[in-house]
Structures are given as C-alpha cells and as structure tokens.
DNA sequence: TTACTTTTTTACCATAGGTTAAATTTTTCC
DNA sequence: GGAAAAATTTAACCTATGGTAAAAAAGTAA
C-alpha cells in the first residue's frame, strides 16, 4: 500500500549499515506472527525487505479493526509509540512468511547525522503518508463503501489474494456482511 | 486543530529570518478571503500567526467538503502541491482576520542547512500530522457520528462559534440535517 | 474420503444517516 | 426597524449498512 523507495534505499541502508557501523538487527516472522502487541512498546522502524504485514487494533468490542496492509519495502512503526512514547495501540500480523529490518530512533538519527539528505527523505515520507491518510479520510467522506471496495479492487488485485475479506472489510470501515452484500451486487 | 508550537518556535524563525536573510514574507487576510484555491499551485509553508482557516475541497457535486479547521501557530500547506508537485484540489478560507507567515520549500530548506535540529523537528511535526489522521479514521471506523460530534464539542468548543455547522457537519463526515437532528436528540 | 474448522454468504429485521422540501431562526444590510 | 439573505431546524420518506443468526462454501488435517 506504500512503498518507501523513493525516499530510502535499502541496498544503500545495508551499505550504510556497515560503513557507519549501525548495527541495526534482521527479525524474520512467520506467517500468521503477531511481532507487536498492544501494551508493547514499539521502539523501531519496520523496513519490510519482503514479505506482508497486515497493522491492526482492537474497538471497544475486541473486534480486530484493520488499520492498514504493508508489502515490501514499506516501513512501519506505531507512531504513538515510537515517535510520541504513549501507549501503543497496534498490532502487527505477518501475513506471510516475512523479513524485516529494525530500525531504532538512536540508529536512525546516527544514520541522518553521517547522511543528511536522509533526513529530508524522511521528512518527505512522512509527508507522503499524511497525504496517503488525508486521501483516505477523503474517500470516506466523497464515496460509497461500494465505490472504495473496487478502487481497492483496482489499485491492490494482490490484496484479495493475502487478506481475508473480513480484515478487508474492516479496512474499508465496513462489516463483512455488507462487503459480501456489495460483491453479490458487483 | 493542531499546533506546531512544539515542533517550530515563531519568535525563533523571526529571528532567524533576519540572521540568514531568509526574505520570509507576511500575508494578511480579511475574514471570508480564500486565499488558496483549487488549480492554484500552493508554494508555501502557511504559518498561521493569529487567525483561523478553513480547508476545504468540493466533492462531484460541488459541495464544499471541510477537510481541517485550523487556528493560530499552526503550519498549513497543500502537500498534494507543496510536496509532491501535483495539483492542487484544496480551498484555503480565512474564517476570520488572518495573519500568516509564507515560507517557501526554498527557504525552508535554507533555514535547515543553518538549523539543523529543525530538520527533525519538521520530520516529527509530519509524522505527527499523520498520527492525528491516524486516529481520525480510527475515529471514523469506531465511532457514531454523534459520539465524533460530541468529542468534538468537547475538545474544540471554541470551533463552534467560529465555524457554520454546516462546515462542521462536512467535517464530521455527515450532512448539515443530521447533525441538525443529533442535536436535538442531544 | 471424512470430519472438523474457518471463512464467506445469505436472509431478515433494525437503525443511522441521506434526500428532499419546507418551516423557522438568525444574520446582514439598507 | 424591516426586508432580504443565509443558516439552521424540522419533517417525511428512503437507502445503505449494521446486527443476528443460520446456511453454505472453502480450507485443513486425519
């Protein structure tokens, strides 16, 4: 759902990594791993070199909201916890066999300080993100749960084939029942 | 709706404008001024110094759709425009007298060569404008209309003097009717 | 295959919010 | 103040989506 390639570089990272002795640390999940609960601190960035992550969390009835789908060469993190030091809220799921590149905050500032254009990079992402975010609200508020259904349809075919229609339901901010109701309409 | 006093001091970017000659500008608007709109490139950086906007875009039909309300210290920009060069669907309306600080890509990136820290700074201001549309679309996914409404009653009582409920309704994501009828059922 | 579990679909009714139109209240301006 | 415009409320009706429950389909494992 996003990619952050244009903004980072892996190979430069893994370069990077050895050159200013990072020491930044590989986790590989399996599928159907939840690598970070609720309550647990997130205390780095997810480069995802493959795999799939699906981030979620909990409503007030324990049902599983999906937040958002991540393929390969997304970075992710819980930004309440990571940036702001509140409680973290999200879960993340490997949705397949995946592995991931850790990032820390200190290592990540170590990395901007010794490549300073980096930080611009980053700040662009984020700025990408919060646009991605801003679309999205918008699609919420200009189009029907059916007209965002097939957008989806159209922009990430792949998804439908990695997610169960219940998580993708939930991302559409719709129940199951309806999204099988409007598949069953076309 | 959201400051950006943590992230930039004002008093500290007068100052350096004078010190590195940045050339940044000031703009005055009169209430009800649209100052940015759709198809017009948006160039800058808006400070807001005292005041208080309205973002807006129209939907298919034409209706005025808010996208964020916005007071004093904030800093507003298109990023669809400002970032990433594309053009620019968003409306920017003066709710009331206006003053704002213009700082152009160019300026900021000059103001950062001489300030570093303020790198970071810009980085994590954006990472937590997403984190506050993160949390409005969880909003969205997780809550009625009337519990949004009346979070937002609760925690911007101020908006609602300043701001139709009509444009608060768009805001919500509901028609002017139903929060009309929210309303009276309090 | 069979049995078992999980996922998806279907059906029925309930409800939040949309649509349209009109009435009412508030604001603006002469 | 009073007329006109704008904003808000109210009402009747409609529709998309939710909730519950059950059936059907698909996936999994022995």
Chains 1, 2 share one sequence.
């Not at 990072?22 to 601190?41: A, M, Y």
């Not at 393929?71 to 973290?88: C, L, M």
């Amino acid at each position: 759902m996003f990619s952050s390639k244009p903004y980072l570089d892996i190979n430069k990272l893994v370069k990077w990594n050895l050159e200013f002795d990072l020491g930044l640390t590989n986790k590989s999940v399996k599928k159907g791993d939840v690598f970070l609960k609720e309550g647990q601190p997130c205390k780095h960035l997810y480069y995802i070199l493959k795999g799939f992550v699906r981030i979620y969390y909990l409503d007030l009835e324990g049902n599983q909201i999906t937040h958002w789908f991540c393929a390969d060469d997304a970075i992710i993190t819980s930004p309440f916890s990571y940036v702001k030091g509140e409680r973290n809220i999200l879960y993340f799921e490997a949705m397949e066999d995946t592995e991931l590149v850790l990032i820390s905050a200190s290592q990540l500032n170590t990395l901007i300080q010794h490549v300073p254009e980096l930080g611009e990079g980053m700040r662009q992402m984020n700025a990408e993100f919060a646009m991605i975010l801003s679309r999205r609200i918008m699609s919420i508020h200009t189009q029907t749960a059916e007209e965002r259904y097939l957008n989806l349809m159209e922009q990430h075919p792949l998804l439908f084939q990695k997610a169960k229609l219940s998580q993708i339901a939930s991302f559409l901010g719709i129940t199951q029942q309806s999204l099988s109701r409007i598949r069953k309409n076309l």
